[in-house]
């Protein structure tokens, strides 16, 4: 069991429908991320939201809609995906500072039809 | 552009038997560099280094930084088939007030009975 909760575990969407996954942590922690993660690549960063607020956005197709309504919670509103998106979405969490580590939910396993 | 590789990508073992993992870097800034345990579901924190030549240990596990020639290695002894699992390394490096992780391929780490 860990700090971050991610919903749902998994999900199948067809490439025209809309959806979107939820992160929760319980941590107290002030700064939460999304990566993706796709096989045989690297964890790739996709948005940074510090003291709710977005500070990184990293080259993202806007089909991805980051949401954070306060320093606990973290959304990513899904809509028009194709194929390529199919990938394990990870969120994380930190206590903002430089030099702390990142706690990571088990992810929402995502496959675009 | 910070980088990180990863060596070997895949190995197998025997139990019992002590394994080395490698992980080399190019940064510009460097804060710390982390390992994460990842089995199906969440990376689990492993370490964080700072510090150049300082071991940190936890059970059979050990890790240690070289900031001169860029790299650190995490060490397993007396592997167990609990042990199986894709091992990440990721480089916190950058100017912001915030963890901004860059992660190599990771290395997948097979213990057989």
């Known amino acids: 069991e860990t700090g971050v909760t991610q919903t749902p575990r998994h999900l199948v969407m067809g490439m025209t429908n809309k959806k979107s996954l939820k992160c929760e942590q319980h941590?107290?922690?002030?700064?939460m991320y999304w990566y993706k993660q796709s096989a045989k690549k690297p964890l790739e960063l996709m948005f940074v939201?510090?003291?709710?607020?977005?500070?990184e956005n990293n080259s993202v197709p806007s089909r991805f809609s980051p949401e954070c309504p306060n320093s606990s919670h973290l959304f990513l509103h899904l809509h028009t995906l194709q194929p390529e998106d199919s990938a394990l979405y990870l969120c994380a969490s930190s206590q903002g500072g430089r030099s702390t580590a990142q706690h990571f939910g088990d992810g929402t396993r995502l496959s675009i039809l | 552009e910070d980088k990180v590789v990863q060596s070997p990508l895949s190995l197998v073992v025997h139990e019992g038997d002590t394994v080395t993992l490698n992980c080399s870097y190019e940064?510009?800034?460097?804060?710390?560099l982390l390992w994460y345990k990842q089995e199906k579901k969440a990376p689990t924190f492993l370490f964080m280094l700072t510090s150049s030549g300082i071991e940190k240990k936890s059970g059979r596990l050990s890790s240690i930084l070289d900031k001169k020639e860029l790299f650190s290695i995490l060490n397993i002894t007396a592997t167990q088939t609990g042990d199986s699992a894709v091992y990440l390394c990721?480089?916190?490096?950058?100017?912001?007030?915030?963890?901004?992780?860059?992660f190599g391929q990771g290395t997948i780490l097979t213990v057989h009975p």
């Open positions: 940064v510009t800034n460097f804060r710390s």
């Open positions: 990721a480089l916190n490096a950058g100017g912001t007030s915030y963890g901004k992780l860059t």
């Open positions: 941590l107290g922690h002030n700064a």
């Open positions: 939201y510090s003291l709710e607020e977005r500070v």
